[in-house]
């Protein structure tokens, strides 16, 4: 799997119990044109699985229908992993940029 901060912040949000993109979008700050993408990605890759809701129930609620998406069994050990890791770089980002105390 490819690792960018994108992916895994969008696999953080999942782990988090978000399921659509709307929610995903709004948990992560990124664009739909950054967020849909990686979730077909992590479709194909069979991290997560996807489903339509039913035509029933958004008609009710005056809305389109939504794509709900759910980590698999195996997706959620990768999300871990992948949030893990996203962490441990991000640290050391802030270790490594962290103003010297000369700098004031």
């Keep these: 799997m490819r690792l960018t901060f994108p992916t895994a912040l969008v696999l953080q949000a999942l782990l988090d119990g978000r399921h659509h993109g709307f929610d995903i979008m709004d948990a ?17 890759e069979g991290i ?8 029933t129930v958004a008609r009710k609620q005056q809305r389109p229908a939504r794509r709900y998406y759910e980590l698999t ?6 999300a871990r992993d992948a949030v893990t890791r996203a962490q ?13 105390e000369s700098e004031g």
């Design 28 to 44: 992560t700050g990124l664009p739909s044109g950054t967020v849909y993408p990686i979730l077909r990605r992590l479709d194909a």
């Design 48 to 55: 997560l699985r996807s489903r339509w809701e039913r035509e």
């Design 73 to 78: 069994a195996g997706g959620r050990a990768v």
């Design 88 to 100: 441990g770089l991000a640290e050391a980002g802030r270790r490594l940029f962290k103003p010297s």
